[in-house]
Structure formats: C-alpha cells, structure tokens
C-alpha cells in the first residue's frame, strides 16, 4: 500500500505528521512524502519537513493525501500540483485530504459532487467547486476520505486503516498508540465558548479574504473534469 503525502511550504506539519504516524504501523505500508524538490519544506511552525521523492519521481500511489495549512492557497493556483493530483487521482485507490487540503482537491476538480470535510473555519468554500461541507471529522464519500481541522487527521488516518484492515488492525494499532484523547470542552464551534469562538473567528477573518480571493479564482479557471 503506498501512501503519498503531499509536502508544501506553510503547511502545517500535524496535518500530515498525525495521519503519517498512524498509517505508518499499517500493514503493508509504504510512505512517500513528494514536494517539487527533495529540498527541505518549512512547516508553519518552523519545523522543516524533509522530502522522499519528487512529483516527477512519485510512483503510483494507493492513497493520495493532500494536508493543509496556510500554503495550500497558493496550490489552489498551481498547475504543476493539480496536475500531479488529477493524474494520480485517476489510478489511487483512495483521493484524500486533511483540514484545508481538500480545497486542493476541490480546485483539481476531484471534489466535484462529493461531501468532503474540512477546517471549519474555510469549509463554506468547497461550494464553489461543487463540494458539499460536512462538519465532521472524517468524511467518507465513495473512494474519497477528507478529514477536518488538524487533529482530524488522526481521527481520519484510523478510519482509512478500517476501510483498508479492518476494526480489528485499526483498533490495534489505536491501543499501540494510546491514542485516548481526553481534551478541554470546546474544540469546534458548537462546542466553544461564546467570547473564544470570537477570538478564534477574528484571527481567521484576517487570513479569509486571501481562501476567498484564491477559492474565486480557482473556481473560474478550472475546466470541468
């Protein structure tokens, strides 16, 4: 099973680090982590991230998955990636994403028709690639598995191992890795408190005119697929 995660500059590394780790003790697995270059990617918070292969380079892949993070506006109008995924999209056993990387997918035109999860925050604009937003952590849609915010993305990568193994490997290897969250109340915004939801939707209002202007664009130029 070979899993290739996509790396870009400003994405943010749990989204990819957290599903890595999981699917990593899948058995059979086998992960790439592709960027145009085997140059170093910087993560959003300063963590560099070292590529394993290059987009050239990639074999077929079983799973596609496109993380998020701050720099998947600039993909959104990158032809030399979504032109990467559509190919890889057309043989993968599963197209999938983590917080923002659905809209990735979204602008590649893998999106179309299909439920898909995202960050809550920017979910409202998979509309304009003919996405429907799920407000879940995990969303499974046909051959398509898009998680939400961040943290999601281990939530997601249990998932796929039942889809792919079973109940029985995934939950094993959930024990193997303890993974038993017990968190502080309010991790959506159902879930917040009134006055952090409003500090939380301030500090994303400064970074969503840029998913909007970028969403637009992608959205016009993109030719049915």
């Given at each position: 099973?070979?899993?290739?995660?996509?790396?870009?500059?400003?994405?943010?590394?749990?989204?990819?680090t957290?599903?890595?780790q999981v699917?990593?003790?899948?058995?059979g697995?086998?992960?790439?982590?592709v960027?145009?270059?085997?140059?170093p990617?910087?993560?959003d918070?300063?963590?560099?991230?070292?590529?394993?292969?290059?987009?050239?380079?990639?074999?077929?892949?079983?799973?596609v998955?496109v993380?998020?993070?701050?720099?998947?506006?600039?993909l959104m109008?990158d032809?030399?990636?979504?032109?990467?995924?559509?190919?890889?999209?057309?043989?993968a056993?599963?197209?999938?994403?983590?917080?923002?990387g659905?809209l990735?997918?979204?602008?590649a035109?893998?999106?179309d028709?299909y439920?898909a999860?995202?960050?809550w925050?920017?979910?409202?604009?998979?509309?304009a690639?003919?996405a429907?937003y799920v407000?879940?952590?995990?969303?499974?849609?046909?051959?398509?598995?898009?998680?939400?915010?961040?943290t999601?993305?281990i939530?997601?990568a249990?998932r796929?191992?039942?889809?792919?193994?079973?109940?029985?490997?995934?939950?094993?290897?959930?024990?193997?890795?303890?993974y038993d969250?017990?968190?502080?109340?309010?991790?959506t915004?159902?879930?917040?408190?009134?006055?952090?939801?409003?500090?939380?939707?301030?500090?994303?209002?400064?970074r969503?005119?840029?998913v909007?202007?970028a969403?637009?664009?992608?959205?016009?130029r993109?030719?049915?697929r």
């Open positions: 099973m070979k899993i290739g995660f996509l790396l870009f500059p400003d994405i943010t590394q749990l989204d990819m957290g599903p890595a699917l990593s003790r899948m058995p697995a086998t992960l790439y982590f960027a145009k270059s085997l140059d990617v910087m993560s918070c300063g963590l560099a991230l070292v590529p394993t292969t290059t987009l050239a380079d990639c074999p077929a892949l079983d799973i998955c993380p998020g993070g701050y720099g998947t506006t600039a109008d032809d030399t990636v979504l032109d990467w995924l559509r190919a890889h999209a057309a043989t056993r599963y197209v999938t994403s983590v917080c923002t659905s990735v997918l979204a602008a035109g893998l999106l028709g439920r999860g995202c960050h925050a920017w979910g409202d604009q998979l509309t690639f003919g429907t407000a879940e952590r995990t969303v499974i849609d046909r051959n398509r598995i898009t998680a939400g915010g961040v999601s993305g939530d997601f249990f796929l191992i039942e889809q792919t193994h079973g109940r029985d490997t995934a939950e094993a290897i959930q024990l193997g890795l303890e969250p017990q968190p502080l109340a309010g991790g915004p159902a879930t917040a408190r009134p006055e952090i939801l409003a500090i939380v939707e301030a500090i994303y209002a400064k969503l005119p840029a909007r202007a969403s637009a664009i992608a959205a016009a993109r030719s049915p």
